[in-house]
């Protein structure tokens, strides 16, 4: 097992080797003049110069590389032309927003995801299997930025149940204030037994993590169905069937168990997914997290952010894809020993 | 966002399959609805500045009198900011979305399937060579390397085009590779190089026309999930720019004015959904026929 | 005598399909008596593994049984509600399946799997369904019964699965074992092996035994009486001396003909020129007619039934007489 994990994490070193590569040629080799895109719009023949030299855009580019992994792997990702603040602090400050939205998202898509493919599977061709083959092809075809914009209208201006937008009410700095520990305000609030601030939080919550969680929703249904369907048809279960287990205990536990296998598969790619589907939810809920940030920096060509969110994304993109061949070997025993 | 993470390679496919596809298509009234939108959004690509009731608002000209109305039967979608009948901005915008979306596809297709079909025919090192490229674009999450690629080139649809194709070679990559790999083995590949022809030629006789169905059948079904790409980039800013009739950006557009003027978002981007879900469905459809294990 | 254990009577299977329906069974006939080894045998898609699935009600979504009746000890068993077949399944019949590597849920252990099969019908305290576990293993002949316990199936061979697979069918102590071609996806030495196990637990616990297979070599060994089936129809059925000594029905001699004398093992069936009919179901004669060297008009013409031509020696044909076997 550990050297199962060791020879993944061998490998997703390399990926991430790669990766830098494709980061450093987006940031040094395809813009002309990387240096005038550093400064900005305004940028004077000796402003470029200075630049060119302090960033040593006039060394070889072997050389530049070098530093800017140097640079990378000692944290020192640059500084935003935005805000003027380091890259990685402008990241990790951002990073609890964004890991709670996405985190709300996943526990919802999930559990229902896989739910409504056990019982889609469970009453194949009949009316369950039909509305929940309706909900997931929709759920994989619906514009995020859409749904969350209709779901505003409905639910904020047609209904005034929810929120429109952010994270917290305004009001609440004043009335009962958050004290940020984990910068997970749900968890935060709820530590803190602050109940007034944690309803304002989940309220807030709600619209933007079904928006994120649409899309996974529809494929891990999708894909949950098709995967139970393929167990419920192995020898197995009819084994299991003439042993006269029952069926409820063959569908929800001996066949589902096979068909998490894939399932896992599904999971981490609607994590990926979410990743950058994020950045739409945050732009449409307002969201203070690192979709908004990253966003902000795509449009203004803020080249240290741009950089890091990409190499920041990669990363975390790796380490999903770990995580899911790590719950696959803890779920299939076949592949335990490899 | 939404870029189709599940892509199953398509088998090779067998006799008969047109017919067996027609006849799939003929018993589900779902994938019937889905063809027909198909046909219509093929049509409004087409003849979109000859259906428009106001063609020239379509391709951007204001009418300030009459901005903001609700939708009415005069402008049944309403109209924007500058007085724009939004039907028609909705049908002319049928052209730019299906245009787009060719240009990715087509483009992705010319880059991804000779070199997947190189590396699956030739094997060895090339074939590790080109595998690990891709993967290595492959390794960001969805859509982020097309925004950065926009961001650097600056927005407009062509770099939107440019940068998704970037961002989608390395599928058809890898189902050429599929693909190929499993016609070396063909005994009619194997006899025309025991006879000494050359690798390219092989190549370009027997390899490419053979692998094109299963790619060409997943580039139809892609080409939603182009057209939500590309909207999805539109809504950021990262795609086409204003006047063009692109349904991403008009959703984009109308986003200020969500709570009174709903109808400026809300149209369009029901055109990217019902698009969307139309090839989604005749997409399924087509794996279900093509698939042998038949547990889609 | 005593009634059958299992009494098959009439049984008839159709297939219905988005292309139509086809004949599975066409009004099989059999029956298997207490402490009884019946081999049940014919080519691929005869209808051995559908009859031994309709017994037990386990037949594929697309399988209708159109007629006829299952009775074991008596009660009727088509027709049940899906609970009342559910405490048949297991408890009263085991069944093991041919290919021991996929009938073991591969993400489960051994144990767990065969928990699960005693927990379904009895409910004992915890030791002593462990102690219940442990001795059908071993007496199964799987000694290191610790180690199968904890394994997975792709961590045991395929005959020690096989065994397994027997063991956990025979833990609820049923009064019929339906085995389905349970050595064909196993070697030889295994093979003889599962066979003299079979042989051997069905001599100390008393149950009957329906043995389904295409191999005539390991009916021979192992079976008391025979039963043939041709296209969904019962041929010829008698003790196994009786019909390797005087096959009456064609095919049955067919078969006999087919099988070498040396090893009489795994030689093809289907030498018999000619082919099975689609749909036997639409046939008014014999289904054999088309092959039958012997095929005279009334074949064509008029279904044979099953006639005693001895004690216990019933056939399918016009032609076959007493006179004719003796």
């Not at chain 2, 259906?51 to 300030?64: F, H, K, L, T, W």
């Not at chain 3, 001895?310 to 032609?319: S, W």
């Amino acid at each position: 097992m550990t050297r199962f994990i060791l020879r993944r994490l061998a490998g997703s070193g390399l990926v991430l080797l790669g990766l830098s590569l494709v980061t450093f040629a987006l940031a040094r080799v395809v813009p002309s003049n990387p240096a005038a895109i550093y400064i900005g719009p305004k940028a004077r023949p000796e402003d470029i110069a200075r630049v060119t030299q302090e960033l040593g855009l006039d060394r070889p580019l072997p050389v530049q590389y070098l530093t800017y992994m140097g640079d990378m792997l000692t944290g020192n990702w640059g500084t935003s032309i935005g805000t003027k603040r380091p890259v990685l602090e402008e990241i990790f400050g951002r990073l609890p927003a964004t890991l709670e939205l996405i985190g709300a998202a996943m526990l919802l898509a999930v559990p229902l995801g896989i739910l409504l493919g056990v019982l889609s599977a469970r009453w194949q061709r009949r009316p369950p299997d039909l509305v929940v083959r309706v909900v997931s092809i929709v759920g994989v075809s619906i514009p995020a930025f859409w749904l969350g914009l209709l779901l505003q209208v409905v639910f904020f201006r047609t209904l005034g149940l929810l929120p429109l937008t952010g994270r917290v009410d305004a009001d609440l700095r004043f009335t009962s204030p958050i004290v940020e520990v984990t910068g997970l305000y749900l968890v935060d609030t709820l530590l803190a037994g602050n109940w007034t601030a944690l309803r304002d939080v989940a309220w807030h919550l709600v619209l933007p993590a079904v928006t994120l969680a649409a899309y996974p929703i529809g494929l891990i249904a999708r894909m949950t169905r098709a995967s139970m369907l393929e167990a419920i048809g192995q020898d197995y279960v009819r084994a299991a069937r003439a042993a006269g287990i029952r069926e409820s205990l063959i569908t929800y536990r001996l066949a589902l168990k096979n068909a998490l296998i894939p399932v896992t598969t599904v999971v981490g790619l609607t994590l990926a997914y979410s990743l950058t589907g994020t950045f739409f939810v945050e732009v449409v809920f307002n969201w203070p997290g690192l979709g908004t940030f990253a966003v902000k920096g795509l449009l203004n060509l803020d080249y240290p952010v741009v950089m890091g969110i990409t190499l920041f994304g990669a990363i975390a993109y790796v380490l999903i894809n770990l995580a899911v061949d790590l719950a696959q070997s803890w779920l299939d025993p076949r592949t335990r020993l490899a | 966002m939404a870029v189709e993470v599940l892509r199953p390679v398509v088998d090779l496919p067998r006799a008969g399959i047109l017919r067996r596809i027609r006849r799939a298509i003929m018993t589900d009234p779902l994938a019937l609805a889905g063809v027909a939108v198909i046909v219509l959004l093929a049509a409004l690509a087409v003849f979109g500045p000859w259906i428009a009731p106001y063609p020239e608002q379509g391709a951007g000209q204001s009418n300030v009198p009459a901005r903001m109305l609700p939708p009415s039967l005069e402008h049944p979608f309403g109209t924007d900011g500058l007085g724009r009948d939004m039907l028609s901005r909705v049908i002319v915008g049928a052209r730019p979305a299906v245009a787009v979306s060719l240009l990715v596809v087509g483009l992705a297709m010319l880059i991804g399937v000779p070199l997947g079909a190189i590396a699956g025919y030739r094997r060895g090192r090339l074939d590790a060579l080109i595998m690990r490229v891709t993967d290595l674009f492959l390794a960001f999450p969805p859509l982020l390397l097309a925004m950065v690629i926009v961001a650097a080139l600056g927005p407009g649809l062509e770099h939107a085009a440019l940068a998704l194709a970037i961002s989608w070679w390395p599928w058809y990559a890898r189902l050429a590779r599929g693909t190929a790999t499993s016609l070396r083995e063909r005994s009619f590949v194997e006899a025309a190089r025991s006879i000494g022809v050359g690798d390219l030629t092989i190549l370009r006789r027997h390899v490419i026309p053979n692998l094109l169905t299963p790619i060409l059948v997943q580039a139809t079904i892609d080409i939603g999930t182009v057209i939500l790409a590309a909207g999805s980039l539109a809504f950021l800013g990262l795609g086409a720019s204003p006047p063009t009739p692109d349904w991403g950006l008009m959703v984009a557009e109308g986003r200020t004015y969500i709570l009174d003027q709903w109808w400026l978002s809300a149209f369009p981007g029901s055109a990217i959904f019902v698009v969307v879900l139309a090839f989604n469905v005749v997409g399924d459809l087509l794996l279900d026929v093509l698939d042998p294990r038949g547990t889609r | 005598m005593t009634a059958p254990l299992l009494s098959v009577d009439d049984l008839a299977v159709r297939f219905v399909t988005p292309d139509g329906t086809t004949t599975g069974l066409d009004g099989v006939s059999l029956e298997v008596r207490r402490g009884e080894i019946v081999g049940l045998v014919g080519e691929t898609g005869c209808g051995k593994t559908l009859t031994g699935l309709a017994i037990l009600g386990l037949l594929p979504r697309s399988a209708r049984v159109v007629r006829g009746s299952v009775r074991l000890d008596g009660d009727e068993l088509l027709g049940l509600t899906a609970d009342r077949l559910r405490e048949v399944r297991g408890a009263r019949v085991g069944m093991v399946f041919q290919n021991p590597a996929s009938a073991f849920n591969p993400v489960f252990t051994i144990g767990s799997q065969m928990r699960y099969v005693l927990a379904a019908h009895e409910r004992l305290p915890k030791a002593e369904a462990e102690q219940r576990i442990r001795e059908t293993l071993a007496e199964a002949g799987l000694p290191e019964v610790e180690r199968v316990l904890r394994a997975h199936p792709h961590q045991l061979s395929g005959g020690m699965l096989q065994r397994a697979m027997i063991a956990s069918a025979l833990l609820c102590r049923p009064q019929l074992l339906i085995a389905d071609e349970p050595t064909t996806a196993l070697d030889v030495t295994i093979e003889a092996q599962i066979l003299r196990l079979i042989r051997r637990l069905q001599e100390s616990r008393g149950f009957s035994v329906l043995f389904i297979t295409h191999d005539l070599g390991v009916v021979r060994s192992v079976s008391d009486r025979v039963v043939v089936l041709y296209a969904g129809r019962v041929a010829e059925t008698a003790p196994t001396a009786d019909l390797f000594a005087r096959p009456a029905h064609p095919y049955a001699r067919g078969l006999m003909a087919a099988v070498p004398h040396a090893s009489g093992r795994r030689e093809a069936l289907a030498s018999i020129p000619g082919a099975v009919p689609p749909d036997v179901g639409t046939i008014e004669g014999c289904a054999f007619a088309d092959r039958c060297p012997l095929v005279v008009d009334r074949c064509r013409a008029e279904r044979p039934l099953l006639r005693e031509l001895a004690v216990g020696h019933r056939a399918a044909c016009h032609l076959a007489d007493a006179g004719a076997i003796l």
